[in-house]
């Protein structure tokens, strides 16, 4: 009896890291949203000058997690996320918006995948 006690208990302290990895990843990632959001938006508004030290803070940002990251995330999606964000700063820096909004939307749709694979679903268990 104490080893099944012992295995549930081990089972639902999986289970709470397993919950709260998924709200820190998901906080982590909307936080990088509204990093990039904000480059993005100065951007289109015609103001580089203020978008490229933004879009410089929030791959910062991107880097400085790169603890976490590297533990709880597939290695080929860091870096499609990672190159993601440069290509968005050499739009950027370029002054290039048309380019710019799809490497935008290239870096939101790695972000929102990043977020998705963390989810628990039907078909992450089966």
Do not use: C
């Amino acid at each position: 009896m104490k080893k099944e006690i012992a295995a549930a208990i081990i089972l639902i302290a999986l289970f709470a890291g397993v919950m709260l990895n998924i709200k820190v990843s998901g906080n982590i990632i909307l936080s990088l949203e509204d990093d990039v959001t904000a480059a993005y938006e100065s951007a289109r508004n015609g103001d580089f000058d203020r978008a490229k030290p933004q879009l410089d803070a929030a791959i910062e940002h991107w880097m400085s997690l790169d603890g976490y990251t590297h533990i709880f995330m597939r290695h080929s999606e860091i870096n499609s996320t990672t190159e993601a964000y440069f290509q968005l700063k050499s739009d950027i820096y370029a002054e290039d918006i048309g380019a710019a909004e799809g490497s935008y939307s290239l870096l939101m749709a790695d972000l929102d995948s990043l977020m998705t694979m963390e989810q628990i679903s039907f078909g992450s268990i089966f």
